[in-house]
């Protein structure tokens, strides 16, 4: 038997054939992939993942490809640190970061999902992909797209940030920027899917796609000694990540690879773009969409299409959803920068910035074990940063220049 039964509706239970679809005909609900867990049970082990190559397709038997995978070879498998100067100023014996912002091969955690989508996609018969995207997604697919032979599509917002630009560009895919929100290239790429045979990442390979995120809840049980940790904080755009990284640990639970999962579910989002914050603290059942205002384009999804499932989940688990301000996203930055080494876009600089919100909060016990996701790469949006972080010394090429600037200085 498969271990892939088929995809199914999630909210009316609808089944389906694993095929490129997305949405249940009936109800309109997003439609997830259906496993055969008796059939996984049999073939997964401890001893089989740890013996498996050192990235992401060492979990190959959890996820929805049913050939040996094809794109994404040395992808996820990213450090897992200890961040013990980070945590001591905030008063955490165990906090540690997964850090995708050094990610293969375009420095997010969007080289995951996008090594699942299109390894699926071939699968399934496609010669070109496509995405919409808020920048890291759209460079992650136009690379796969170029080492893999696919042609290759992205529709991005015309507003965003340079290096992602460039980042598109130097693939060669098809780059087109949309004069509008990110909702508004979602909507127009959802009309294009229904017109061309394009294997579009984040809409008819949805399904797919989203499972790489699992990913990351995986390798965390793993660095952490099989077992799942007693916080996580994850950044929230669509809220897909949030969803699937509480699948991943109770996946593992489920599959009996780690002991019972009590995990706390935090998401981060910023003020400027927090329609998920906002529904959690007014314990609304659904999402007000917001037009984005942030310096965090890669959160900024106004209508975010998993934020009911992720509020339900930070509900369930005693988790906060929290937000914070764009002066706070700098400031996060800037913390996680100079406390350990780590240069994060605005989306780490959210997750960081709600991180500390919390530890001032006291949600956090000392000795408990708390992960942040960081999911991008900070020279991915300097213009953001720039301002914030002060200029170089210039001096002259002699002794004397610099003795007289460093007593200038007070070092």
């Known amino acids: 038997m498969d271990k892939i039964k088929g995809l ?20 309109f609900g997003p439609l997830e992939v259906a496993y055969n867990y008796e059939v996984i049970q049999k073939n997964i ?79 399934l018969g496609f010669d070109t992909v496509a995405c919409a995207s808020t920048g890291n997604l759209a460079n992650s697919v136009s690379a796969n797209a170029a080492e893999a032979n696919f042609k290759c599509f992205v529709f991005i917002p015309a507003d965003l940030e340079a290096g992602k630009i460039l980042g598109n560009l130097v693939y060669k895919p098809n780059v087109v920027a949309v004069e509008g929100t990110y909702d508004d290239v979602n909507r127009l790429c959802s009309e294009i899917a229904g017109e061309y045979p394009w294997a579009f990442v984040n809409i008819n390979v949805r399904p797919y796609y989203s499972e790489g995120s699992k990913t990351l809840a995986f390798e965390t049980a793993e660095a952490l000694g099989w077992q799942a940790p007693d916080h996580v904080v994850v950044p929230i755009a669509s809220g897909s990540l949030l969803t699937k990284i509480y699948k991943g640990f109770h996946e593992f639970e489920r599959l009996n690879l ?98 500390k919100k919390l530890a001032n909060q006291g949600v956090f016990q000392k000795n408990k074990s708390v992960v942040a996701y960081i999911t991008g790469n900070g020279l991915k949006t300097q213009e953001a940063i720039a301002p914030a972080v002060g200029a170089p010394w210039h001096i002259q090429p002699n002794l004397k220049s610099f003795q007289n600037t460093l007593q200038k200085e007070g070092k």
């Open 8 to 27: 199914f509706c999630k909210e009316c239970k609808k089944p389906y054939p694993a095929e490129a679809i997305h949405v249940c005909e009936f109800c």
């Open 45 to 123: 082990s401890k001893e089989k993942i740890m013996q498996g190559p050192l990235s992401l397709w060492r979990y190959a038997d959890l996820l929805p490809v049913e050939s040996q995978p094809t794109v994404g070879l040395n992808t996820g498998f990213t450090p897992f640190v200890h961040a013990k100067n980070l945590g001591k100023q905030l008063g955490l014996d165990y906090l540690y970061l997964k850090n995708d912002s050094v990610n293969a091969p375009t420095l997010s955690f969007k080289d995951r999902v996008v090594a699942v989508a299109l390894t699926r996609a071939r699968e």
């Open 258 to 355: 780690i002991p019972s999962v009590t995990t706390q579910i935090h998401g981060a989002q910023a003020e400027g773009c927090s329609p998920v914050a906002t529904a959690f603290k007014k314990k609304k059942d659904f999402i007000q969409p917001v037009k984005p205002d942030t310096i965090a384009k890669s959160l900024a999804i106004g209508n975010p299409a998993d934020g009911f499932y992720a509020i339900k989940i930070a509900q369930e688990t005693g988790g906060l959803i929290e937000s914070v301000s764009d002066t706070e996203i700098i400031e996060g930055i800037k913390l996680l920068a100079e406390n350990e080494g780590i240069f994060t876009e605005t989306a780490g600089g959210v997750t960081i910035a709600v991180l």
